[in-house]
Each structure stands twice: as structure tokens, then as C-alpha cells.
Nanobody, 120 residues
Framework: QVQLVESGGGLVQAGGSLRLSCAASGNILRIDVMGWYRQTPGKERELVAT???????NYADSVKGRFTISRDNAKNTVYLQMNSLKPEDTAVYYC??????????????WGQGTQVTVSS
């Protein structure tokens, strides 16, 4: 019902920057929370940043001051600007969205993930 497509991952040196994009398509009405999670082998998927349809933003402590999440409602797209990247930021980054229909339970959607690798 909702498709999320990430882009913008790649290889960057420590201290560099990347900008991730996630475009939502399909049944995009009543999408509330959108955000980014990341995961490395042997680790659980962790929250990076989220934003609600009302503009409330939440960041993980590890990325505060370095990452910025933003949202373009007209384009159904959420962005993650990543500055001052560190090797420990290396992970697969996943776009996430919650859709709350008027009737029925909340639905969760995930993108396919985009690899971010930060070299020393």
C-alpha cells in the first residue's frame, strides 16, 4: 500500500557529509511519523531520527548536533542530512513510516535500506 524508496547512501571519509532521501508512494494519505533507523550486523535496529506530521522531531543522542531530519509534504519525501560523519555511523539506513487509517490499526512500512560507509 505504501512504498518507501531510499537514495543517497555511499562511501564517505570521516568528517564528510551525505544527504539521504526517502520518497513515499502509493496510499500516502494519513502517514503520521516518518523517520530513519539504522542497523549493523549483530546489532538491533536503532532509531536515528523521526518527525511527525505535526513537525515534532526526535533524534538519537548519538547524532544530535550532526544530523538533521526534514520533510517535504508536497513531495511526500523525508530527508536526512548527515554532517561530521564518523566511522561508527557506518550502517544500513532504513526509511520508516507509520500510516494511521481512520478505520483499522496502524500500519508500519520500511524501505529496502541504503548503505552508508564512513572510512577512517
Amino acid at each position: 500500500q505504501v512504498q518507501l524508496v531510499e537514495s543517497g547512501g555511499g562511501l564517505v571519509q570521516a568528517g564528510g557529509s551525505l544527504r539521504l532521501s526517502c520518497a513515499a508512494s502509493g496510499n500516502i494519505l494519513r502517514i503520521d511519523v516518518m523517520g530513519w533507523y539504522r542497523q549493523t550486523p549483530g546489532k538491533e535496529r536503532e532509531l536515528v531520527a523521526t518527525t511527525t506530521s505535526g513537525g515534532i522531531i526526535n533524534y538519537a543522542d548519538s547524532v544530535k548536533g550532526r544530523f538533521t531530519i526534514s520533510r517535504d509534504n508536497a513531495k511526500n519525501t523525508v530527508y536526512l542530512q548527515m554532517n561530521s560523519l564518523k566511522p561508527e555511523d557506518t550502517a544500513v539506513y532504513y526509511c520508516h513510516a507509520d500510516r494511521r487509517p481512520l478505520i483499522g490499526t496502524k500500519h508500519k512500512y520500511w524501505g529496502q535500506g541504503t548503505q552508508v560507509t564512513v572510512s577512517s
